[in-house]
């Protein structure tokens, strides 16, 4: 830079010297250069000019991807991937099974019953199903649909209930055919995580205890509920219409609600008593500020049978 510097002010001397037109353009066009270096020398410093590569090298990386990315969008894409339609996916059985449903026909309550105990494909002592679409929003309060209703021939499954009661109440739960009964022995099988049972009941003074356990009774539906029936006073008659067959319903965040009607081994008949059950406790639950549509479809399937539509399920 000190050189730099001596070099300009050799030449400004020089052009004061020199008489000549073109000396004197020569020298000020070297006195500029020399001008023009001293200030490259003095403003870059070498960090600057690493970071100056480093961008131009980022630049043309990202002009070169920019540039494959469009070579790639010109090319033809290949053929759309052939997907066989839904029924074709199933079984050889399911597929007999479906043919026996004729195509955008809805049937009556006890056609349809019929009808789907002779599709069901396995061979299993499968459940009769019922899959109702409701217009109610389950957001709202009043219509949040949620109930227990006691099957008039039971819903085919063996229920074991868990009573959590005072010594004098257990002994009752007992005797009504309670398969456990107990008082505060019972809160020691929650603790080791002994969860034996698939309905539990408990009197409103005992709720309180159950609190602790609301994390893993509360998934898994087990959680005593006033509305299902399971905080009760009576814990006699509770276990009894749990082991009778009664069952709680109610409808999920699509506003469809889904319940097990009974075997298939039951009979048409049987199966027949227990919808029109369903289907009149549904039809007494329609909320008074519903507007519009109660019921928009239903429909009636075994356990992995073809699906078929019912009509006037509530008139």
Request: positive net charge; aromatic residues 6%.
């Amino acid at each position: 830079m000190a050189e730099d510097k001596a070099k300009i002010e050799a030449t400004e001397e020089i052009v004061a010297e020199t008489p000549e037109t073109t000396e004197v353009t020569e020298v000020v066009e070297a006195t500029e250069e020399a001008k023009e270096t001293f200030a490259k020398s003095g403003k870059k410093s070498k960090k600057h000019i690493e970071e100056v590569k480093a961008e131009e090298e980022r630049q043309a990386k990202k002009a070169e991807k920019a540039e494959k990315d469009e070579e790639a969008a010109k090319k033809p894409k290949g053929a759309a991937p052939i997907v066989r339609p839904k029924l074709e996916r199933r079984g050889k059985k399911y597929q007999e099974a479906h043919k026996l449903i004729e195509k955008g026909k809805t049937y009556n309550l006890k056609d349809a019953i019929d009808l789907a105990i002779k599709t069901s494909p396995v061979k299993f002592d499968a459940t009769l199903e019922a899959h109702v679409r409701l217009g109610v929003d389950p957001r709202q309060a009043d219509q949040n649909i949620r109930t227990t209703i006691v099957l008039p021939n039971g819903n085919g499954k063996t229920v074991r209930v868990a009573v959590f009661a005072p010594l004098d109440e257990a002994k009752k739960a007992k005797a009504a055919g309670a398969d456990i009964a107990e008082d505060d022995e019972f809160l020691n099988r929650l603790e080791k995580g002994e969860i034996n049972f698939d309905v539990l009941i408990a009197t409103p003074a005992y709720m309180p205890k159950l609190g602790k356990f609301a994390r893993s009774l509360g998934p898994k539906g087990l959680m005593p509920n006033p509305k299902a029936g399971t905080v009760a006073t009576d814990v006699e008659k509770a276990v009894k219409e749990a082991k009778a067959g009664k069952v709680e319903y109610r409808v999920d965040k699509q506003s469809i609600v889904h319940i097990g009607l009974g075997k298939v081994s039951f009979g048409a008949d049987k199966l027949l008593q227990n919808a029109n059950t369903f289907f009149s406790s549904l039809k007494s639950m329609k909320p008074a500020s519903l507007k519009g549509q109660y019921v928009k479809s239903v429909y009636i399937t075994t356990s992995m049978g073809p699906s078929i539509s019912v009509e006037n399920v509530y008139n």
